[in-house]
């Protein structure tokens, strides 16, 4: 989608950057996408307003964090990407809170806290992404979740156009899951965590990496998990199980280290992921009556 002259000029007066298009197989993990005008946002308080404008323009927006854990289509897409302020750093630590823009690295935010004393997230360090994506999806890995360890989240509420603040315990954090609602965009956490001495923090950490290495497919495209694990299952031994590890579809296939990954092994196409994803669910439902959920996001067109 390309945003006319009219509509970057009254954007620039806002400070927001418009770099025409962009491919956003260069902005996710699993190099696939399609093509669109992007905005980065210059302050967060300027969303209200740039968010009016494009209702205004009749814009079609999304909001993309790291691009970690979402699946794009191919082609021009019908909608323009909306990019936060870039965090620089984006943390800061009062006591035993941490202050943390959800456009930060999420590690590099777990890192900053383990050098301030400040542990618990050990099990997130590996865990690709943005903190804002992490928020949304309440990401999880080796026994840790960000949602128990959120105090309050400001977001940008689309329902009611205003900057809001709310309560950690207002929000339900389940497995893979949040209440915020999907036009909810998140700005800034504030997190509350336990006091650990580095060192301990340090060791925690280095487990996690080396499990993670040793299992994952850490070096090839991919966007983590494709389906959420079914309760008290497992998705990628299903997959195992059924030796579809090596499965393809074009360059889309299935990893053969960890078979709930699904690697882009050259040039995949969106299409040719979600012809995938479609078969190994048919597979699996064929197989152990059990339809697997995504976990990753699919934007379609
Ligand atoms: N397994 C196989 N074959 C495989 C993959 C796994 O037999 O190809 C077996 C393993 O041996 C193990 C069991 O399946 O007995 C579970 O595997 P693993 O420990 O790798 O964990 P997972 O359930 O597949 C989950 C999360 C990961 C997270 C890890 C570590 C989901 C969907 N996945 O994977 O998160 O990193 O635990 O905590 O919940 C993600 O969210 O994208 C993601 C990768």
């Known amino acids: 989608m390309r945003i006319s002259d009219k509509a970057a000029a009254r954007l620039k007066e806002l400070g927001a950057a418009v770099r025409p298009g962009v491919s956003m197989s260069e902005q996710t993990s699993l190099g696939i996408g399609g093509t669109t005008d992007e905005i980065l946002l210059a302050r967060y ?16 927006h999304r909001f993309l964090g790291g691009g970690t854990n979402v699946l794009i289509a191919d082609g021009e897409l019908p ?3 909306l990019h936060l302020p870039a965090a620089r750093p984006g943390w800061r630590i009062e006591g035993h809170a941490a202050y943390v823009d959800a456009s930060a690295d999420l590690g590099g935010m777990v890192t900053f806290c383990a050098k301030h004393d400040l542990g618990g997230m050990e099990g997130l360090i590996g865990v690709p992404g943005s903190v804002g994506g992490a928020l949304r999806m309440n990401a999880g890995a080796y026994g ?3 949602g128990p ?12 156009g205003e900057i809001e603040t709310l309560r950690g315990s207002d929000i339900r954090f389940d497995y893979r899951h949040t209440s915020f609602a999907p036009d909810d965009v998140m700005l800034r956490v504030k997190l509350e965590l336990p006091s650990k001495p580095f060192k301990e923090i340090l060791a925690g950490i280095k487990v996690c990496n080396e499990k993670r290495r040793a299992s994952q497919p850490l070096n090839q495209k991919s966007a983590g998990c494709i389906f959420k694990n079914p309760p008290g299952g497992s998705a990628g031994r299903m997959i195992d199980e059924l030796g579809l590890k090596g499965h393809r579809v074009g360059d889309a296939m299935v990893s ?3 078979a709930n990954f699904f690697v882009n092994a050259g040039h995949a196409s969106c299409s040719d992921m979600l012809k995938l994803i479609d078969d190994v669910r048919g597979r699996v439902r064929a197989a152990n ?3 697997l959920e995504n976990e990753v996001i699919v934007w379609r067109n």
């Open 149 to 160: 360890h959120v105090k309050e989240v400001e977001l940008y509420r689309a329902a009611t």
């Open 144 to 146: 840790t979740q960000i």
């Open 289 to 291: 009556g059990i339809e």
């Open 79 to 81: 909608w323009v990407m």
């Open 256 to 258: 053969d280290r960890h």
């Open 45 to 60: 308080d300027t969303i209200p307003q740039v968010m009016r404008l494009l209702a205004d323009e009749h814009i079609p």
